[in-house]
Each structure stands twice: as C-alpha cells, then as structure tokens.
C-alpha cells in the first residue's frame, strides 16, 4: 500500500517524537495482539477440551485449578499495567522533554478559523509580522514552538508524522514543540470536528534544510512586488476594485482585510482552500468564481467577473510569488 | 376452599391490564413496559443503523457526494446520539424493566406508573430528535456537541436546541427508570434472596442504575446550561464573555465515559447468564464479580479527561487519569476470568446465544486492550479523534453491548413469547453480525494511524485511503443483514417457533421458574429463595417453598429488608392509568416550547402536573 510510507501517518515518524510514539504505538499494538491471542486461546481450550463425564461432581480440583488460575491471570494482569503505564510514562516524559525551549526556537502562531489556518512568524528581533495560511515552512532539526488559538470554535492540530495532536482552543493558548529530521511535505489535517468543512481544513508542513527555509522567509516577509506587465497591473485593479480587500490583505497594496488569508505570496503555496485543491491557476480561476460548489458553506463568497476582468486577476495573482 | 385455578385467575384479573387500545396506553405492567423500551430501542438501532449505512455508502469511495457535507455532519452527529441515548441505554434498561422483576421473584416494580411515564417520554423525546432531521435541523454538532460549535453564533438552526431537549427528554427517562430499578431491587426481593444471591444481571442493572442517576445529573446541568446558552443567554461556555469552551467538554465526559459503562455492565450481567446457563455450572467468582460491577462503576467516574488529552491540561493531571483508565480494565479482567473459568469447568452447550458469548469475547477483548493504548498520553494523542478511536469504540460497544444483547434476545425470547426462536436463523445472525464486525471495525483502526480523522464527510482520493474504506463499507453491509436476520427471526418464530414451555435452557434463576410468557402477576405463589440457584433446586418446582398469606384479588405483595430479604411489611401498588400518558405529553409540550421560549416552563408545568396530581391521587383515602 503506497499510503504506508506517506505523508500523513503515524507509523512513518519524521521527529524525534513521533518517532517515539511510533515505537510506542508498535510495541502497544504487539503486546495487546499477544494478550488477545492468550485470552482468546484459554477460551478456546475452556470450551473445546475433552471432558470425562461426571468430572465435575467427582474431581474437587476442578474447582481448585480454577482458583489458582484466575489468581495468576489477575495478578500477572495487575503487573502487566503497571509494566504499560511505566513505558507510557517514559515515553510520555521523553517526548516532553526532548525538544522543550532552546535559544534558536522558531516561535510560530497557528490561528483556527472556519475552515482555514492563520500563520504568523513571530520574531523578536523584526517587527514586521510574516503572515501566510495554510502552510508552515520550518527549518529541518531546529524546535518549532507552535502557539495554538483558534477565533471561533476548536480546531486541532495534528501532524501525524511530526507529532500528537494538540487542540486549538477560542480563549486558551495551547503550546506545542514540533521539530523535523528531515525535508518533507507532512500534511496535518483538522483533527477536531469543527463544523461543515472540518474534512476540508488541511495545513500543510513543509521542512526544508535551513538555506532553503532562510530563504522562503526572507521572500515571504517582504512586500507583494507591483507587477510590471499591464495584464497583471490591470490584474491588481481588479483586485483592489473588486470585493477581494474587504476580507484580504495583499501587503504592499491598500487591502487590509483580515479575516481571511493573506495573500501577499499566494502563488507560492502548494494548495488553495485549507488542502481542498491544487494551486495552479484553473483551480485559483474556479475557486474564486464558485467557491461554495468547492467547499459548500465556507465564508468566501461567489465572485461574479466579467471574463476579462477574472483573467486579468488570474494574471495578477499568479505573479504573488 | 377455592382451587388452584380459580386462584390463577384471580390473580390474573388483579394484576391484568384492560384488553384493547385502551390497555396499551395504560398499562403499568413491568412486562409491557420492557418490551415496549426494548422494542423501541430496536426501532432506533434500524434508524441509527439506515444513518450508518448513508455514511459509509459515501466514505465507500474518496469525493462522493451522496449527501452533502451539513447533511452528514448531521448524519454522525444524529447517529452517535441515537445509538447512545436511544438505543443502547434504554434496551439495556428496558431488558432490567423487563427482568429484574421477574428474577427476584415479584409482581411488578414499585412505581410502575412511573415507568410507563418513563416510557412515554422516551418515545416522543426519540421522535422529536428525528423531527428535526426531517425538518432540516438536524443535530450538527455531533453527540458530543462541543461548545462553542453548538452555540447559536455557530449554529443559527434549531439542531442544537432540539438534541439538548432530546437529552433532557432521555434524561428524565432514564432517571425514572434508574430510580424505579434501584427501589425494586433493593425493597421487593423474594424473601431468602439476600443481597449474596441475586442473580448478576439484577446487580448489574442495581449498579448501572445508579450510574444513571449520578451520570444522568451531570449531563442534565451541561444540557441546561447549553439550552440556557442558547434560548436567554446566559454565558456559561462563551469565552469572549467570561465563560469557558472547556468547561462543557469536563461536564460532557464526566457524563459521557459512565454512560459507556452504563451501556457495559448490563451487558456483563447478560453474559454471566449466559455462561451460567451454557455451561451447566454455577458462576464461579459471583462475589468477585459482584464487586468488580460495583468498583467498574465507581471507577468509570474517574476517567474522564482521557478523552481531553489534546486540549493541553498539564501533564501531571493527566498522569491521574492515565492510571485511572488502566486500573478500570482490572475489575473488566476479573470478570473475564471468571467466566473463562466457568467455562472451563462446565459443559459447553454449543446453543446460538452462547456464540454471541464468544463473539463478545473475541470483540471486546480486542476492544479492551486498545482501550488500554488509548489510556496512554502520547499514543492517545496520536490516536485521538481518528479512525482508531472509531474502531476501537465500536468493539467495545458491538462487541461489548450489542453482541450479549442479540445473544440475550434470543435466550429470553422464549420466556417473553412462549415460543423457541430459529436456532438456523440466529446462527447465519451470528455469522453475519461477527464477520460485518469484524470487516468493517478492524481496518479502521489501521486507517486511524494511516492519519484518517473522525468525522470527515469525504476524503481526498490521494490520501490512499480509499481501498480500506470500501473494505469497512462491504462490512458496514454484512453487518446490517446480520441485525436484519435477527430481527427477522424475532418476528417470525412468534408464529413458527416450537413451544418453549417453562425453562427450556434448563436454567438457575428465577424468571424459568413461571410460565412462558408469565402471566400477568409473574408468579402463581411468590417464590422463597434458599441459594443462588434456586431454580437448580434438586426439589420439584411444586415442592418448593412459597409466601402464602398475601389477599389475591388486590395489587400487594411483600417489602422485604434491603441486605437479607427477609419480609418486612406488606404493600399495595398502583394498578393501570391513563394519566402517565398526558403527565407525559404536558412534560414534552414544555420542553419542546423551551425551545422557542421561556415561556415552556410554565406551559410544561401546568399541563404535566394536574395529570401527576390526578394519578398520585390515593384510592382508598389513606395509605395503602
């Protein structure tokens, strides 16, 4: 099965934790088989081994064996639990401690909404705020502390090959340590029921050696450049004239909405929607004139444009590299 | 002198219900009433189960479009509801109703009239629920309904309003019951049934019962308080106004884990029978079993935060319910072992109910020990809220419920019917029901690790998940003409199946020691119990010893002490009314009106409490 090895699954750890847990899950899933196969084999012979007749009215140590028996099975059961909850805990304190706070944590906000995630680069020595959606680029092998809100209903966080869940709460602020050992595309699926869209509310992960990511931040942090061919510049008018400001911030423009995703660098994320499509530009085209036949019930609304006027905005935003 | 028979009939008219329409909206008789819960119960597991079916048609293959995505959230969340609250627990409680009286030897249970009031607002409650799916406000916020989801910011409709009054409505049901179990069991034993002879499945139902009433406690305040949120806005799970998401979630589970244990251990009671009867011996272990039911249900309330794992409580605390939820799996092994050794030293009758009991071992022991990862922080975190947690729960509530009470079914059929049901038909039942179990639980839980999250109405097609759930969608199938078999087999061997007589198990308590079905006052004379078996009793049925003195020709019978059972004083019940019913129908006017107004209260309370009035009246101008 190809999905064995993918890009969202629990038994192929890309961390140090999820590593742990992975062997955690194997060990777990080895011993519960072996006690399965126990229980189900002393069952089995209590109900087909041969009887003598009348053994039960003349053999008192029926009775006796039984005792013994059940006796020995609670109390290797009781040893047993105890043996589990010490491996848990160990585990448990491994993956804790592993990767707390060092002085080269990435700090990051990841913000929950309906149904899409906010992004924002959090650096003391910056004040200008990166802000993107739906992807989080982090540099291989360092600590990533994620600081989890949502602004409407709960959301979960849960990048199987990186890390357990953890949830996205309006009026709390969660705290997660992730950290990649190697370049790769981890997807984290919305792992909290959130209302009509929660199988469509994807983040993408994306760890990349430090060059890579230095990089990838230093163009997302700066200014949407103004295009230079008209076909886009007619693009951007179409943009600023259109509905799009009310809700979207391009930086370096006039728009300054802000309760959908920022599109400063949309061109270069991998997918539109929270995960829901490709981004090529056909999809970007079908998205912005019918998002609701998409993604049935999300907050964008239909786009109506004459041709001319969505091929021009086409042309502009593919050009937000 | 009169004879024997004319006795019978006495009897029989004192303890009668009116024949006719008229009889069925009043009775109060224990036997009618059960029936009438399980019965209705297996009409909500076929909605919940048609619900199922939808489902995992769409999750057959990735991008399907069966039902829209409102729509099938409204399918899960109305899914998981039914089968909690309207099919598991009240089958489980309706087969007490139906028992528990019959087990210790009376004639019916102390507030019957009660009961039939219970009844009533179960039903309409069950189909007000589904109103709301026909009518477009389905409950979408699954059955859980966490805030602030199912507030009204994030649902305008009215699902969230009509699932909390569905709860409040099972609520009062179940409290009705619970307290009229509790009572009966505790106060109207068959004199000598002292509290180390009761028969299991009654202990069962004695500790279920009042897990029922401390669970159903809190779920009443959450469901209040979310019905408050919404109808005059109080703000007790707003956070942006001083309330807490958080707090409905500690509410909700608090309820929400007992309730699985309100599910299991009338489940356990049944396979203690079962393995009893089965295996041609007495229960070995019935006092450690009694107090592994007992310690199941204390502890059950204990263990809560392990499904708030993610919400990032400090791991200290966690720590405390981590151990919690694996010491809860001992008194489970207890009694695991106990009927293994029963098992063992008994003499197998390879009869269908028995393979239900196998069944239940093979399904649940998987479930138990998944379970047991679950209890663990950092393997939950991983595994919470995805297909793990799916498969896992479903063995545990199949395996672990719905298996002992298919096997129950057909082991009390013949004393609720007089007839025997189809021993072919339950074991293609069986067949079906494990193998459907199987093929559509086991997969999920290797998909839970493959990243498949709950409570997706569809998935990518390059997730790669798509060939295991066409596999779980074959079973979901398998699994429903298994529930179709046996319902079919229930119905038609009311006609066809071979007269069962009295005891046609050759079983130890009891409810074998009557007529099938009993007649309407359950016993000719009240039995006095001298064992745990005392239907095993090497005396003749007719040399037995009995309570004689009790007038026939009115409703009384013995009140016996709680610990020991030995009489105490005699006491009359209550026989058929009318007035359950609108005491019923004024109770769901109110609650139903809440929805819209305050104003339901009042509406509510002036219609059920002159019907209360009316049916409290005493008959004869004094006490009993």
Known sequence: ?321 | MTSAVDEHAVLANTWGTPRGPLGWLTSVDHKSVGLRFIGTALFFLALGGVLALTMRTQLARPETHLLTPQLYNQFFSMHGTTMMFLFAVPAMMGLGIYLVPLMIGTRNVIFPRLLAYAYWVYLIGGLFLYSGLVTGNGAPAGWFSYTPLSETQFDPTKGSDIWAQTITFTEISMMAVAVTLIVTILKQRAPGMSLNRIPLFVWSILVTSFMVVFAMTTIATASFFLAADRLINTRFFDDARGGDALLWQHLFWLFGHPEVYIIFLPATGIVSHLVTTFSRRPMFGYTPIVFATIATGIISFGVWVHHMFATGLPQLGLGFYTASSLIVTIPTAIQLFCWIATLWSGQPQWRVPLLFVLGFFFILVRGGLTGVMLASVPFDLQAHDTYFVVGHLHDVLIGGAVFPLMGALLYWYPKATGRMPSEVAGRWAFGLLFIGQNLTFLPMHLLGLHGMPRRVYTYLASTGWGGLNLLETVGAYILALGVLVTVANLIVSRFTGPRAGNDPWGADTLEWATTSPPPPGNFAEIPVVMSRDPNWDPARPEDRPVVTGLPLDRRELLFTSALDATPVRRIELPGPTIWSLPAALGTAVGLIMLIFTPWGLVVGTLLAVPPLVVWAWPKHGGSA
């Open chain 1, 1 to 321: 099965m190809a999905f064995l090895q993918g890009a969202h699954s629990v038994l192929a750890p890309a961390s140090p934790q999820a590593a742990a847990i992975a062997r955690l899950a194997e060990f777990f899933i080895g011993f519960g088989a072996f006690i399965w196969l126990l229980v189900l084999g002393f069952l089995a012979y209590s109900v087909l081994r041969p009887r003598r007749l009348g053994e039960r009215d003349e053999d008192r140590r029926i009775t006796h064996r039984q005792l013994v028996l059940v006796s020995v099975a609670l109390g290797l059961s009781t040893l047993l639990l105890l043996g589990l909850g010490f491996v848990d805990y160990s585990t448990g304190k491994h993956v804790e401690t592993a990767y707390s706070k060092s002085a080269d944590t990435l700090h990051v906000r990841l913000i929950g909404h309906q149904w899409w995630w906010e992004v924002q680069y959090e650096s003391p020595h910056n004040p200008q705020l990166l802000k993107t959606a739906n992807e989080i680029h982090i540099p291989v092998g360092r600590p990533v502390l994620l600081r989890l809100e949502s602004r409407d209903v709960i959301h979960s966080f849960w990048a199987p090959n990186l890390h357990g869940k953890s949830d996205l709460i309006p009026g709390y602020t969660g705290e997660l340590t992730i950290q990649a050992d190697r370049p790769g595309i981890f997807r984290a699926p919305c792992a909290e029921y959130c209302g009509a869209q929660h199988a469509k509310m994807a983040l993408l992960v994306i760890a990349e050696p430090a060059a890579d990511f230095a990089t990838w931040y230093a163009n997302e942090i700066s200014n949407a450049v103004a295009p230079a061919d008209p076909a886009a510049t007619r693009g951007r008018a179409v943009f600023l004239t259109a509905a799009c400001p009310f809700c979207h911030t391009i930086r370096g423009t006039e728009s300054a909405g802000v309760v959908a995703p920022d599109l400063t660098h949309l061109a270069s994320r991998q997918t539109l929607a929270a995960g829901t499509i490709p981004n090529r530009r056909g999809d970007l085209g079908g998205w912005i004139v019918d998002p609701q036949g998409i993604k049935p019930g999300n907050q964008m609304p239909p786009n109506v444009l004459p041709a001319k006027d969505l091929e021009a905005l086409l042309d502009y935003l593919v050009t937000l590299r």
